[in-house]
């Protein structure tokens, strides 16, 4: 079983409510939405693993039981070809859960004109292989999001 725990502080909204069908329609994978708080801040690992794949708007953690967590810090953030965002890991790193991964400012990206909410998504999963969810409420950095059969 694997813990996925919230890679930022804001409130948890669920997939439902993510302003893009690909990540509305769970089309990536189930999981859920983070709206982050409005300051300059860090994302963290999701979980214990390794880097496979990291972008200045997303990166994905695989633990040890092969799941991959996808963290996408906004929508449409691609656009914003990196400017805000910077890198505080590299591809191919072990990580720890709660180890800082990507410094940026959700208010600048909203200012920018995307969406700073951030989905984070269990990739290759199926829904009913998730439980205790998180869509509603405050969450803070390193609080579980979900649980990963």
């Known amino acids: 079983m ?7 502080n804001g409130r948890a909204i669920g997939l439902a409510a993510v302003p893009d069908p690909v990540f509305s329609g769970a089309m990536v994978g189930p999981g859920t939405a983070i709206d982050p708080v ?14 496979v794949s990291l972008h200045p708007h997303a990166f994905v953690v695989v633990d040890a039981d092969g799941h991959g967590v ?5 929508i ?17 790193d072990s990580v720890t859960r ?3 991964m ?13 969406s700073p909410i951030s989905p984070v998504i269990a990739l290759e999963a199926t829904a009913d292989s998730l439980a205790d ?8 950095a390193g609080q579980t999001l979900f649980l990963w059969n």
Do not use: C, M, Y
């Open 38 to 51: 409005r300051e300059r801040t860090e994302a963290v690992a999701p979980v214990d693993g390794i880097v």
């Open 102 to 114: 990507v410094r940026w400012d959700p208010a600048a990206v909203e200012e920018a004109g995307k």
């Open 98 to 100: 709660g180890q800082a």
């Open 70 to 74: 996808l963290t996408h810090l906004g």
């Open 2 to 8: 694997t813990t996925v725990s919230s890679p930022l």
């Open 76 to 92: 449409d953030t691609v656009q914003l070809n990196g400017e805000g965002f910077e890198l505080l890991v590299a591809k191919g």
């Open 133 to 140: 969810l998180a869509e509603d409420g405050d969450v803070t």
